[in-house]
């Protein structure tokens, strides 16, 4: 539905303590995210921490969530056949709107819109305009299936964050840097390598894209303005957002469907893409919202974003396998550029030198404890057994090189999967 970017892009704007940052929620909005970027600068109503589920089981639901609505975005787009991109995003929302209905009048999960005091004037100036954008994000999101990949689409996002910082410095939000620019000038300078380094190049769906980063960036400034005027908006959490902004993104979407695709839509095309897949799409997609609220508290935005990275990858491989893109050497080379700085500009030096600094520490000590006799003397731990890793880094060293295992996996089986040539490594 485009939410999937949201928990990502929440966050481009790195300063000591920007609304746009999510040190104690989350993108991540990414981010992210979903669509409820209104809550992020703040510290709205958490869920009851009911269950003592572990935060990898948030951060992989996630993930599968936003990553398996793009590409079932995708596949029914272009390779299903059902060409109707606004009205795919139309009902979408319609189904979130009908979802939040339901879920407000029979759970707990919204139970923090009670903390905002929506008015007329509330409305007017903060969910109509904010939804009026996020609509259009939606739109072209959504219409550049028709015309690219979706490798290329992630690599196209990772100048998001430039978009953002353009119009905060237009808005005066931020007072423009040198040390910014620079930054993403590397951004900018990678993905345009991406983009000379594309086969399949198409300037409508390049436009689309475009048009999907500024609308959203222009979004994100305007959720930032708003909440220094509005203090109501600052307690929306993104499924509360997304119970205010559905309905009004979905008339938008209704009236440029109307516009734009239901001249030529047949009724017939619903039953050939089918009525079963098109609600499993919907769900899909609305369950990506609903990962995100869980997701909100349980980890930090340096994990969010390192975590939106690895989606990204993760997403590039993925799509590759399926729809059997070539991607030459400088895009590999280029998106690996647009990476690196959108990594520094995001988690700055200092937090790169720290984690590391940690990672090397707690690897030597994991050497140490495992070369090391855990002797047991007059019935007491040896020395091996005090310095032991504390679980919870252990835990962290695990799931790293599960996330580490995982993608080279995937990236070796996308190689070997298609011997005629998935990956051109051969610039063209």
Known sequence: MGAEDDLEQQQPLRHEKSDFDVDDDDDFRASTSSIGSISNSSSPSRQPSSYSLHPLFYIGSWIFFSNTTILFNKWLIDTKGFRYPVILTCWHLIFATIATQLLARTTTLLDSRHNVKMSGRLYLRAIVPVGLLYSASLVCSNMVYLYLSVAFIQMLKAAAPVAVLFVAWAWGVENPSLQKLLNILVIVAGVALASFGEIAFSWAGFMYQLGGIVFEAMRLVMIQVLLSEERGAAKMDPLVSLYYYAPVCAVMNMLVALATEAFRFEFADLGRTGYGLLLLNAAVAFMLNVSSVFLIGKTSS???????????????????????????????????????????????????????????????????????????????????????????????????????????????????????????????
């Open 302 to 428: 340096l994990v969010m974003t390192l975590t939106g990275i690895l989606k990204n990858i993760l997403l590039v491989i993925a799509s590759v396998m399926i729809w059997h893109t070539s991607i030459t050497f400088l895009q590999f080379l280029g998106y690996g550029i647009a990476l690196a700085g959108l990594v520094y500009y995001s988690v700055g030096w200092d937090n790169i030198v720290a984690i590391s600094n940690g990672a090397g520490a707690y690897l030597s000590r994991l050497f140490d404890s495992l070369t090391s006799s855990s002797s047991v003397e007059d019935g007491k731990p040896g020395a091996a057994g005090k310095n032991r890793m504390p679980a919870a880094l252990r835990r962290a060293l695990l799931m790293g090189l599960a996330l580490l295992g995982i993608t080279l996996v995937l990236a070796l089986g996308g190689l070997w999967y298609n011997t005629e040539g998935i990956v051109d490594l051969d610039p063209v």
